[in-house]
Antibody, heavy 121, light 107 residues
Framework: EVQLVESGGVVVQPGGSLRLSCAASGFTFDDYAMHWVRQAPGKGLEWVSL????????YYADSVKGRFTISRDNSKNSLYLQMNSLRAEDTALYYCAKDIGREGAYYFDYWGQGTLVTVSS | DIQMTQSPSTLSASVGDRVTITCRAS??????LAWYQQKPGKAPKLLIYKASSLESGVPSRFSGSGSGTEFTLTISSLQPDDFATYYC?????????FGGGTKVEIK
């Protein structure tokens, strides 16, 4: 059974930093690209970032480019999102999602349950 | 970035109704479109990919159609479990984008 379990969400002050983690199991992690997708309270879904199966390619939404960094450790079956210079508008539930392909830019067949990031003073 | 526009934003329907949700892309995305269902407090669930392919395990009352810039998700006979919010998502480019969502409510 595929499982994606996010962690690391907390309340952080504007301008602060945070690292989210996603632990994957139930599939061959290094065969697939992975994504972060977020959802602000009461709002729709927003794609945040993509990393290819080997970490060789990464892509970001314009709203987070230059502030967020996606990475993965295939030896630990783990995905990460380093979030710097956080803003109030980054407040959201952050989902880890599995792509159906190796290079990414497809669709998501499995999602975690999300971890909540709140940016507030 | 490719903009995705869903309509309506809210839809009131009864059990047994045929329901259609529309998703329009700001430029052609061929058939690179997926549909998801999200219930309150839950993660999204994949329903349809490549515009019209049904994900394994999804009931056959769900269907998708369209290509280019206009797409539809149809629920042939609405069931109590189908009251949820539905999102389209394009994957024509590396900058993936979602529609704003359509909430299907009980009439």
């Amino acid at each position: 059974e595929v499982q994606l379990v996010e962690s690391g969400g907390v309340v952080v002050q504007p301008g602060g930093s945070l690292r989210l983690s996603c632990a994957a199991s139930g599939f061959t992690f290094d065969d697939y690209a992975m994504h972060w997708v977020r959802q602000a309270p009461g709002k729709g879904l927003e794609w945040v970032s993509l990393i290819s199966w080997d970490g060789g390619s990464t892509y970001y939404a314009d709203s987070v480019k230059g502030r967020f960094t996606i990475s993965r450790d295939n030896s630990k079956n783990s995905l990460y999102l380093q979030m710097n210079s956080l803003r109030a508008e980054d407040t959201a539930l952050y989902y880890c999602a599995k792509d159906i392909g190796r290079e990414g830019a497809y669709y998501f067949d499995y999602w975690g349950q999300g971890t909540l990031v709140t940016v507030s003073s | 970035d490719i903009q995705m526009t869903q309509s309506p934003s809210t839809l009131s329907a009864s059990v047994g109704d045929r329901v259609t949700i529309t998703c329009r892309a700001s430029q052609s995305i061929s058939s690179w479109l997926a549909w998801y269902q999200q219930k309150p407090g839950k993660a999204p669930k994949l329903l349809i990919y490549k515009a019209s392919s049904l994900e394994s395990g999804v009931p056959s009352r769900f269907s998708g159609s369209g290509s280019g810039t206009e797409f539809t998700l149809t629920i042939s006979s609405l069931q109590p479990d189908d009251f949820a919010t539905y999102y389209c998502q394009q994957y024509n480019s590396y900058s993936l984008t979602f529609g704003g969502g359509t909430k299907v409510e009980i009439k």
